[in-house]
């Protein structure tokens, strides 16, 4: 495809269930990002794959969440024991991270409610 | 600290006005600066950008200025259009640590008014 894909589109799961959100992003990007973004509100940055460096995890808000990137493409967030306050969309983007031009290219979000 | 802010929560723009949407930011080694536009139910998109070296760059009917005096970025829209209903982020990008560091802004909501 020629963007960012993310999946589901929409979750809604049961507090305490854990769930996974998939990001697809631009083929040859090696940056990828992670946000949450609450209703009304602004963009909190999550976790940041660039390559094969270890990944910057500074924006993770608990040990419940968790990211993935397997073979520097797909990337899975895992929420563990969702709580409500879990609700969110959760944007994936990716870049080509050339020489600190980090244009970011978002994919639609996936729309997570938590019961 | 760090910070990147907008002035104005929301702003309402009558059709064929001129945008201005402003942005501040507190970290002066920030060198690359970026405008999103967030429609309902979709993800950010790219407008336009500008480098640090750089105080003025236009584009199709939008403009950024950047005054690194006083840290401010606005974003200039003009003859506003219904299509131009969206939110607006800046965000500001650093290297930090051999990381590209992109911190958002909160974003203004731009209504247009037909």
């Known amino acids: 495809g020629a963007g960012v894909s993310q999946s589901p589109s929409n979750k809604v799961t049961e507090k305490g269930k854990d769930v996974e959100l998939r990001c697809d992003p631009i083929?040859?990007?090696?940056?990828l990002y992670w946000y949450r973004q609450s209703l009304g509100q602004g963009l909190e940055f999550l976790i940041y794959f660039q390559g094969n460096s270890a990944p910057d995890k500074s924006g993770l808000p608990s040990d419940r969440f968790s990211a993935e990137r397997t073979g520097g493409s797909v990337s899975t967030l895992t929420i563990q024991r969702t709580q409500q306050e879990d609700s969110a969309v959760y944007l994936c983007?990716?870049?080509?991270?050339?020489?600190?031009?980090?244009?970011?290219?978002f994919g639609p979000g996936t729309r997570l409610l938590v019961l | 600290g760090e910070s990147v802010g907008l002035h104005l929560p929301t702003l309402s723009v009558q059709e064929g006005d001129n945008s201005i949407i402003n942005c501040a930011y507190s970290?002066?080694?920030?060198?690359?600066f970026i405008w999103y536009k967030q429609e309902s139910g979709k993800g950010p998109q790219f407008i336009i950008d500008?480098?640090?070296?750089?105080d003025k760059r236009q584009g199709q009917r939008v403009t950024v200025l950047l005054n690194k005096t006083v840290k401010h970025l606005s974003l200039q829209i003009a003859a506003t259009q219904p299509g131009d209903s969206a939110v607006y982020f800046c965000?500001?990008?650093?290297?930090?640590?051999?990381?590209?560091?992109?911190?958002f802004g909160t974003g203004t909501k731009l209504q247009v008014i037909p």
């Open positions: 083929s040859g990007h090696t940056a």
């Open positions: 970290n002066s080694a920030s060198d690359y």
């Open positions: 983007a990716s870049s080509l991270a050339n020489g600190g031009r980090e244009t970011q290219y």
């Open positions: 500008i480098r640090s070296n750089m």
């Open positions: 965000a500001e990008n650093r290297n930090s640590g051999g990381y590209q560091k992109v911190t």
